[in-house]
């Protein structure tokens, strides 16, 4: 693919229910960011992979947040338990190389509303 | 801690004119990254201009142009001959050597015709 695409588009949750949002990065970009995106607002980070390795998670807001990346390509990010709070856009984005600087290409994002 | 500020929540200008977006921000490091980055209305983000901090020159891209202060932490978009496609918010980010983006609240950009 030309991008980073995200699946799905749009997910609406009741509260309580788990979900799970699938990113596909660019073909073989080793870093991948997690970002959540609240309305009116920029993105906070989540989460980052370098390959299969998950090197940063400080991110995550609480224990119901996971995010795995295990062949080093696909990563997939789970919410347990959704809460309102929760209910914001994510964001995927890869980069070529772990180089600091590098530019992230970014996804357009799952849209989760928690009702 | 790392921070990001802008302090336009919404500009608009007539196109073809020259618009500033302001962005200041704080790091105590000495070697890091900024970031233009532009988000059309129901589209994805997509990167606008980057600065790295230790290069005195100022980036340019086409029309657009950073003016980096870096003493100051100050880090503007100038956008040259804007155009309706311009229409967008825009966000400063900033990067250090954890690799995290630190994003400011984004400036909604509107272009009028």
């Known amino acids: 693919g030309a991008g980073v695409s995200q699946s799905p588009r749009y997910k609406v949750a009741k509260r309580g229910q788990d979900v799970a949002l699938r990113c596909d990065p660019i073909s073989g970009h080793v870093s991948l960011f997690w970002y959540q995106q609240a309305l009116g607002q920029g993105p906070e980070f989540l989460t980052y992979f370098q390959n299969e390795a998950q090197l940063d998670k400080s991110g995550l807001p609480s224990d119901r947040f996971f995010a795995e990346r295990p062949e080093g390509s696909v990563s997939t990010l789970k919410i347990q338990r959704t809460q309102q709070e929760d209910s914001a856009v994510y964001l995927c984005?890869?980069?070529?190389?772990?180089?600091?600087?590098?530019?992230?290409?970014f996804g357009p994002g799952t849209r989760l509303t928690v009702l | 801690a790392q921070t990001v500020t802008q302090s336009q929540p919404e500009m608009s200008v007539q196109e073809a004119e020259t618009v500033t977006l302001s962005c200041t921000y704080d790091?105590?490091?000495?070697?890091?990254?900024l970031f233009w980055y532009k988000q059309p209305p129901s589209r994805q983000m997509i990167l606008v201009i980057r600065q790295e901090a230790y290069k005195q020159q100022n980036a340019t891209e086409n029309r657009f142009s950073v003016n980096f202060q870096k003493a100051a932490k100050s880090f503007s978009l100038k956008i040259s001959d804007s155009q309706l496609g311009d229409t967008a918010m825009y966000f400063c980010?900033?990067?250090?050597?954890?690799?995290?983006?630190?994003w400011g609240a984004g400036t909604k950009l509107i272009i009028k015709p």
């Open positions: 790091t105590s490091e000495n070697n890091y990254y």
């Open positions: 984005a890869s980069s070529l190389t772990w180089s600091s600087g590098n530019e992230q290409f």
């Open positions: 980010a900033l990067m250090d050597s954890n690799y995290q983006l630190i």
